[in-house]
């Protein structure tokens, strides 16, 4: 009987020692050991990772002081599993499953998804569709499980008007799509992208697609032309402080606001605590202090199993696709940082953890 081949104990990651951005303080790591695999987790060989604009942030603003070292970045992910803890009964070895790094795990322990293995808790992963290809479901977790939040948090109906900002990004091409199979074809997808994505973004659903650059300042066009036809909810998934202080103008009374975050110049901690400030001014200040007379609700996008279960039947069903705006190679990941970091990417950026050659589609 042909002996079985023995597991890796080491493997290759991008890490880092000190905090900073990626150009500053990111260099890839070789033979960093495999953490040892507990009851309950698995071991799978990460073929894509996906970037989030979150990752940066983490990086530069994470206390070094309390993280593992190397800590490795980003934390979705799509593989094939090698090897299973003796409690884990819903998997087999060779499944190929999407997931998400717990921060727990990330920020105590420096896991991370781009390494060539992750280890992880067997409720983190879900399996990929026979329809879906790893670089589609390696972007999924983050983006997929924030537009689910951003969508349960605004509450649209049947027939209802909706306005998208910042639809051509990873999260907003969910979104158009979510949001169009939730209000029918009685309702109206209302989505703000750049001329350039204007036809991938009706593409997807939208019913109607404004170009911001053309019509800059768009809050102002929206003011005109929104004024007496007003959306039943607005979601930013772009952050545009502009967006919400003239909403009044183009969104109904007592209708909700629903961002997923701010916009911000720099991934510093003068750009956070503005942020964080911001956001609590929007929430609490009353209009009678110069505040909007609208609600303005926060949500967060933290992956769990559940919602990715969500998504995983949505892909199935083809109710989904995933927008992949380029795919980079192991080698690049500091050019794929570097796109994804301009805003203005067109769907996920993807990093293949092999040695092949990056494939940009924009």
Request: hydrophobic residues 40%.
């Amino acid at each position: 009987m042909a002996s079985q081949t023995p597991l890796p104990t080491t493997m290759r990651a991008w890490g880092h020692n000190l905090a900073g951005l990626p150009n500053q303080v990111l260099h890839p790591t070789p033979n960093i050991p495999i953490p040892s695999l507990q009851p309950t987790e698995l071991l799978i060989k990460v073929s894509y990772a996906a970037l989030n604009p979150g990752g940066p942030a983490i990086m530069n603003l994470g206390p070094m002081i309390f993280r593992t070292k190397p800590s490795i970045p980003e934390m979705d992910f799509a593989g094939t599993i090698l090897s299973l803890g003796p409690s884990v009964q819903n998997f087999v070895i060779g499944d190929r499953v999407f997931g998400n790094i717990s921060i727990g795990l990330h920020f105590n322990k420096g896991r991370g998804a781009l390494a060539e293995y992750v280890v992880v808790p067997f409720d983190r992963v879900v399996e990929i569709p026979v329809s879906m290809k790893d670089e589609e479901a390696a972007g999924l977790g983050i983006v997929g499980c924030s537009a689910l939040a951003l969508i349960d948090r605004a509450g649209p109906g049947e027939g209802d008007r909706v306005l998208v900002n910042g639809a051509s990004g990873g999260i907003g091409t969910l979104l158009v799509q979510m949001l169009k199979d939730v209000v029918g074809e009685k309702g109206k997808v209302v989505a703000l992208c750049s001329g350039s994505n204007v036809e991938i973004v009706k593409g997807l659903g939208a019913d109607e697609v404004i170009d911001y650059r053309k019509h800059h300042p768009v809050e102002k066009y929206l003011a005109e032309r929104f004024s007496k036809d007003q959306f039943d909810c607005i979601i930013d998934a772009y952050g545009s402080q502009d967006l919400w202080l003239h909403c009044a103008f183009y969104l109904k009374p007592g209708k909700p606001f629903i961002p997923i975050a701010l916009s911000v110049p720099s991934y510093g901690w003068s750009s956070f605590l503005w942020m964080v400030g911001t956001i609590m001014s929007n929430t609490w200040k009353p209009k009678f202090l110069g505040g909007v007379d609208r609600p303005y609700a926060q949500t967060n996008g933290i992956a769990d199993p559940m919602n990715m279960q969500r998504l995983a039947r949505m892909v199935e069903e083809k109710k989904l696709k995933i927008l992949i705006d380029s795919i980079w190679s192991f080698d690049d990941v500091l050019k794929a940082y570097e796109k994804m970091m301009t805003k203005h990417a067109r769907g996920k950026v993807v990093i293949r953890m092999d040695r092949a050659e990056s494939r940009v589609y924009s």
